[in-house]
């Protein structure tokens, strides 16, 4: 069973940063492809970003150029770096694999961020 476990969530003030981690139990964590997701107040879960296991990365339209998703494949870790972070970023933050072979998708506990001054 993958386990993914995120951490790095917190209040942050308007223009601050927060770097967003993500741990992957799964050995073959490498040829997943992962991605962030966040869920906002009272609204469905949506795509942040994601990038594959060859590091071709994607971006919603509200986060380009202000975060960026990496992945080191050696410490099975995923990252989100968010940087001029907007009160409109406040929301609970998914990480999410998929299992290339099966298809199966998995899911982070969440980690919330607060951005407010």
């Known amino acids: 069973q993958v386990q993914l476990v995120e951490s790095g969530g917190g209040l942050v003030q308007p223009g601050g940063s927060l770097r967003l981690s993500c741990v992957g139990s799964?050995?073959?964590?490498?040829?997943?492809?992962m991605g962030w997701h966040r869920q906002f107040p009272g609204k469905r879960r949506e795509l942040a970003a994601f990038?594959?296991?060859?590091?071709?990365?994607v971006y919603a339209d509200s986060v380009k150029g202000r975060f960026t998703i990496s992945r080191d494949n050696a410490k099975n870790t995923l990252y989100l770096q968010m940087n001029n972070l907007k009160p409109e970023d406040t929301a609970v933050y998914y990480c999410?694999?998929?299992?290339?072979?099966?298809?199966?998708?998995?899911w982070g506990q969440g980690t919330r961020v607060t951005v407010s001054s």
């Open positions: 799964d050995t073959i964590f490498s040829t997943y492809t």
């Open positions: 999410h694999g998929r299992d290339p072979v099966t298809n199966i998708e998995y």
């Open positions: 990038i594959t296991s060859g590091g071709s990365t």
